[in-house]
């Protein structure tokens, strides 16, 4: 975190809005305590690129950092991070608000998530496609 | 060359049990003919088509999609990041 910090500053910025998404105890219905994200990397890091792009085209952004982690990790953890630095707070809002959830839509990231009984919770996008 | 490779992910990959095939494609193959030949051999995916997005050489594509030897075709599930 200390990292993302250093690197979204900018003497510049009158706003810096940070995002943290984190590992939640519960999911469709289920007690979960660890969860597992899977990624086809070089394709996810080109994806977040993107997102980069598309971010500095609409905003005017000093700096911005995108980061997802992968693999094991427990409850409370810290799964992903957006942060945004910009003139003001409204496009620093935006922005981050935007990165967040264009990297839900579209970068190759799984997750897979596990009870404490080591069951594995199916979420409702499989539920709807095996239906 | 004819041959490419097909990756899978996620839980399609967890339900095929494979994570990467090699296929010898014909010349009118399309990204959707390729996901197609997977479904015959692995009848489970097929439920999948409503909702996997198909990426070639790591960009997404329409189904559409030509393919050619030398290609990577990705069969991506609906992702769940972030």
Not at chain 1, 48 to 54: G, N, P
Not at chain 1, 85 to 104: P, Q, T, V
Not at chain 2, 45 to 58: D, E, F, G, I, T
Request: glycine letters at 8%.
């Amino acid at each position: 975190m200390t990292e993302v910090w250093e690197k979204v500053q900018h003497p510049s910025a009158g706003g810096i809005d940070l995002f943290v998404g984190t590992v939640r105890n519960h999911s469709s219905g289920e007690t979960i305590d660890r969860l597992e994200y899977t990624s086809y990397v070089p394709m996810a890091e080109r994806e977040m690129a993107k997102i980069e792009t598309a971010i500095r085209s609409r905003w005017p952004v000093y700096n911005a950092v995108l980061i997802h982690r992968i693999g094991m990790l427990n409850v409370g953890e810290i799964a992903v991070v957006t942060a945004v630095s910009s003139s003001h707070r409204n496009e620093a809002f935006e922005a981050c608000r935007f990165a967040i959830d264009a990297i839900k839509l579209s970068v190759p990231i799984w997750k897979k998530e596990f009870t404490p009984a080591g069951g594995i919770v199916v979420s409702s996008a499989e539920h709807g496609s095996v239906s | 060359m004819t041959d490419i490779v097909v990756k899978l992910f996620g839980p399609v990959r967890d339900i095929v049990g494979e994570e990467e095939f090699h296929f010898k494609v014909s010349p009118d193959e399309t990204a959707a003919t390729v996901f197609e030949a997977l479904c015959a051999r692995y009848p489970d995916l097929s439920r999948w088509r409503p909702v996997v997005r198909l990426a070639v050489n790591l960009e997404y594509v329409q189904f559409n999609h030509h393919v050619s030897g030398g290609d990577e075709v990705c069969i991506i599930p609906p992702v769940s990041g972030g």
